[in-house]
């Protein structure tokens, strides 16, 4: 990777792995797109920055040869719960989005990544350990939509010999972007309740139990991922990843390790538990530690802990 875009560059992913790039590749040479959110100046001033409507082919391929881009990270999307709000939308974004990247990908011969999600896995899938080859039978637009950007992605490294690689993403917690419209934005709410209020409303069951992960291993795998020789993947799209396997409740009982007086009640949002509920409790990831070396370095504690520090310092400040 010598020249990089950022896709959705201002959003919960890409808002910290656009300046850790920038960090290893230098300022310079990687371009940040984004559209619709007001990105931070900090972020704006640490290098490219360009608005761009991913479903505009003809502007993409513009910026990719303008700035002699080889590699895009393609992050630009609906999340769950918001797709579910606006299906006909996340299909034109999430997977016209994705068409336009690739067909530039192989006009420009650029690499892709590419994040899918626990979303692509449905009720007819093992819950437990969930396999990285495994039935995909998703039952909302944002799954369909992830499940079918696995398979077009495979297709065009297969077809057209693109160099895609991608990762299946538990729910993700940062305390840089808030929370964008996904159905495990409770762990991010949760520490803002924590911190502000000292008490939370969930709108998941108390042992509603998924795959959780740090910002920063999430932006670590990312990068390790397309980093690695090409000749060690067997898999190259869509490896199960994960941290930690959590409940709501084992989360707030950890924040009061920290802050006792927390309390958590529960109010349940049936669309997101819906969601939830098709989900897997616990993803197998061996196939990423065998292929690429992954390992997450945050577990329940530290994340907590960290996460408890970090987010104080920032609230104080603004």
Not at 181 to 198: N, R
Not at 303 to 316: C, G, P, Q, R, T
Request: proline fraction near 5%; include cysteine.
């Amino acid at each position: 990777m010598k020249r990089i875009l950022v896709t959705g560059a201002t959003g919960q992913i890409g808002s910290e792995l656009t300046l850790s790039l920038r960090l290893k590749y230098g300022s310079e040479n990687v371009i940040a797109a984004g559209h619709s959110r007001q990105p931070d100046p900090v972020f704006v001033n640490s290098g490219p920055f360009i608005s761009l409507d991913i479903r505009d082919q003809t502007a993409l391929i513009n910026v990719v040869n303008d700035h002699q881009v080889d590699t895009i990270f393609h992050l630009a999307s609906l999340l769950s719960a918001v797709a579910e709000q606006a299906p006909q939308k996340a299909w034109d974004i999430n997977m016209n989005g994705l068409f336009n990247v690739l067909e530039t990908a192989r006009l420009m011969r650029c690499a892709v990544f590419f994040p899918s999600s626990i979303g692509a896995f449905g009720p007819l899938t093992p819950s437990i350990n969930t396999p990285q080859d495994t039935i995909q039978r998703p039952n909302t637009m944002y799954g369909v939509t992830k499940v079918s950007g696995e398979l077009l992605c495979d297709y065009y490294q297969q077809r057209f010999a693109i160099d895609t690689r991608g990762l299946r993403y538990p729910g993700l917690i940062s305390y840089k972007t808030a929370a964008g419209g996904g159905t495990t934005d409770y762990a991010v709410e949760i520490f803002y309740a924590a911190i502000q209020k000292q008490s939370y409303q969930c709108f998941l069951r108390a042992d509603t139990q998924l795959d959780m992960m740090y910002m920063p291993d999430a932006v670590n795998a990312a990068i390790t991922l397309m980093q690695t020789n090409k000749e060690q993947l067997v898999h190259h799209n869509a490896f199960n990843v994960t941290a930690m396997s959590i409940t709501p409740e084992q989360l707030a009982d950890e924040i009061r390790k920290h802050i006792p007086a927390f309390c958590i009640n529960y109010k349940i949002d049936p669309v997101r538990q819906a969601i939830a509920d098709s989900w897997p409790q616990h993803m197998d990831d061996s196939c990423a530690v065998t292929e690429w070396d992954w390992q997450a370095e945050f577990c329940l504690s530290t994340m907590v802990e960290d996460m408890l520090e970090k987010l104080a310092n920032k609230l104080s400040t603004e």
